[in-house]
Each structure stands twice: as C-alpha cells, then as structure tokens.
C-alpha cells in the first residue's frame, strides 16, 4: 500500500481533487494533490487510476464514486471516527498493561505514556467550498488521526523491551509484545481495498 488517496469529486462535479497521504515514519504526511477536469480532460480517468493505484480510497463527505475507476469499498469519514475509537481502545489497554506491571512489580519510577488528543472533524472545515480544499480538509483530519495511530502504538511499542537489559517481554504482556508498529490498527486495516490490488 502507498497510502491514503483522498477522493473528492461532488455528484455533476466537473472537477475531481485528489489527495494523498503517506506515513512518514512515525507521523502521516500529504505527499501530492491534483485536481482532474473530469469533463474536458479525455485522460482524466488514466490520471485518476495512476493517483489512487495502490492506495486506499478514501472519500470525503458527499463524493459520489459512481461511475468512476474505483474498485471495492471506500473509506468514508465515518471510517475515520472509527479508527479514532479503536486508538482510545488501544491506549486503555497500553494504561491497563502499564498499571498490572506496577502492581506485580511494585514499580514507582515508570514512566505515563503520553498520547496525543483526538482529533475532532469540526476542527478540519475547508476554508473554501471547492473540491481541492474539501479533498485537504479531509487528508488533513486523516492524517492526524492516522499519527495518533502511529504516536499511540508507539508507546506501547516503547514498552516491549527493558532497555538496560534487552528483555522482552518487558512491560507490554505477550499479546501486545509486537516489535514494531503496524500502519493501522488490525480491525481497520481489515475494512481496507488497495487498489490495483484486488
């Protein structure tokens, strides 16, 4: 997967914007926006494909995907809130493994594990009405709640392996042992359609 395409194109909309975002490590960025004149452009649905191949698409509110090169299912903003709630899920039980540890350890010095605020979709309005800075608004909210992904799992990952002596697992009990970060969490990666990949 290369990454979240952002889709906007309005039901009789002559434009389509597209947005993507990429991880970046441990943060989620905006790598390229384009705007395809849908009607007098005879290769806008070749740019389309070459825009969203390999990416999840997802579709900000009120685009219409109906007659367009897309395969499977979509994201939508909802999709969103969703993902946002199984990172609060995962930060309950990054506190929970945190507050057994201290109790069969009697340990005083761990140290709380930071994580970021939800991200509200109030606070991602497009400054204008146009499919471009629709399409940014919405890449934007995404991106957001994909780094409080990426920051919460992170703390968790933190937590796998005592640092002075290697020991693993440390912290974190076997079940949430993973050495890495996954990009999403296992039930919203479960809803996604690459595409050019089905």
């Not at 649905?45 to 109906?66: A, F, I, P, Y």
């Not at 809130?81 to 201290?102: F, G, H, M, N, W």
């Not at 949430?176 to 809803?191: H, I, L, Y």
């Amino acid at each position: 997967m290369r990454g979240i395409a952002i889709v906007d194109r309005q039901p009789d909309a002559e434009q389509i914007a597209v947005w993507n975002t990429s991880r970046d490590g441990d943060r989620a960025t905006n790598v390229n926006a384009v705007v395809i004149e849908a009607i007098n452009d005879p290769d806008a649905m070749t740019k389309l494909l070459s825009l969203v191949h390999r990416c999840v698409v997802l579709k900000t509110e009120g685009t219409s995907l109906d007659g367009l090169p897309i395969e499977g299912e979509a994201l939508d903003v909802a999709d969103v809130a969703a993902l946002l709630d199984e990172v609060e899920a995962q930060q309950s039980r990054i506190l929970d493994a945190l507050t057994d540890y201290k109790r069969a350890t009697r340990s005083r010095t761990l140290v709380e594990p930071t994580f970021p605020p939800r991200p509200a979709p109030e606070d991602f309005v497009p400054a204008e009405d146009t499919p471009s800075l629709r399409a940014l608004a919405t890449a934007n909210y995404f991106g957001r709640s994909w780094t409080t992904w990426l920051s919460t799992d992170e703390e968790r990952r933190r937590r796998t392996v005592q640092p002075a002596t290697g020991t693993t697992p440390w912290i974190m009990p076997e079940t949430m042992n993973a050495a890495t970060v996954p990009d999403f969490p296992e039930v919203f990666s479960g809803r996604l359609y690459v595409q050019g990949m089905g």
